[in-house]
Every structure is written in structure tokens, then in C-alpha cells.
């Protein structure tokens, strides 16, 4: 558009707004009334005294503390906002359900990531019945 006995494109002479994803358009300023804000919701998940082993079947320490960590942050919310997984509860089918309505994640448990591998990359959960991994393809699978 250089043309136009101007010599300037469009672009120069007008405000040409963008919109980087279609899903932002729910915010904008005319659709504020109408966007709904979830409840906040905090989901605090701690190791326990049985994470799954660890890369190359290492058995991995308990973490000391992390019981009374989350507790003592989810102490200073309101309780009817919090969830607090630990135990047996700490298994990855119930941590991707409660995450899914979670509005802040909060884990206090071993993590490890394989820069080679990333498909074995996982937060360590309680492995007391064969489901302490929580993997990459669960967290990409979690509705956030």
C-alpha cells in the first residue's frame, strides 16, 4: 500500500489491532460482564512415605516436612478453597481429577526430568499401589 500519492503503507497510518489467540476475545473489555472467573481452588498435593522408585529403580527417600508444608500453607487459606492430597490419596487418577478444578497447584514431592527422554520426566507420587508416577502425558492430558 505504498501507493496512494502518500507513500506511507497502511499499517503507518492506522491502528491495526491483534488478537494473538481467538480464546482472549472472552476477556476483552465488552465481554467482561459476561466472562465467568472460576473459583479460586488450591490443590496441594505432598509426597508420602511411599514414592514409587526412582530412575533405574532407586528407591527414593521419603521426604521429610512434606506433609507439614502444605499443611501450614493451606493452613493460612480458607479451608471450603483448599484440597489437600497426601497418603494413598496422593495417586495420579485422584491428582488429575482434583487439578482439573484446581485454580493453583501446589506439590511437595520428588520430581525428575529426563532432558533426553522427556517422555520419562514425572512427578513422584505415592507408589503404594503401582500408581506413583505422574507422567508428562498426564499433566498434558489435565483440563487447567
Known amino acids: 500500500m505504498a501507493n496512494g500519492g502518500i507513500g506511507h503503507d497502511l499499517v503507518e497510518r492506522y491502528r491495526l489491532p491483534t488478537i494473538p489467540m ?58 471450603s478453597q483448599v484440597t489437600m492430597l497426601t497418603g494413598d490419596r496422593a495417586l495420579s487418577p485422584r491428582v488429575a481429577q482434583e487439578a482439573s478444578q484446581a485454580t493453583f497447584l501446589h506439590f511437595a514431592t520428588h520430581a525428575f526430568v529426563d532432558d ?9 507420587l505415592d507408589g503404594a499401589r503401582d500408581a506413583g508416577r505422574f507422567t508428562l502425558d498426564d499433566i498434558y492430558a489435565l483440563h487447567l
Open 22 to 79: 481467538v480464546g482472549l476475545l472472552r476477556y476483552t473489555q465488552a465481554d467482561a460482564a459476561t466472562a465467568t472467573i472460576p473459583p479460586t481452588r488450591y490443590l496441594f498435593v505432598a509426597a508420602t512415605s511411599h514414592p514409587p522408585s526412582g530412575p533405574g529403580g532407586q528407591p527414593l527417600p521419603p521426604i521429610q516436612g512434606a506433609v507439614a508444608e502444605v499443611r501450614a500453607v493451606a493452613a493460612l487459606l480458607p479451608p
Open 116 to 124: 533426553e527422554h522427556p517422555e520419562k520426566t514425572y512427578l513422584a
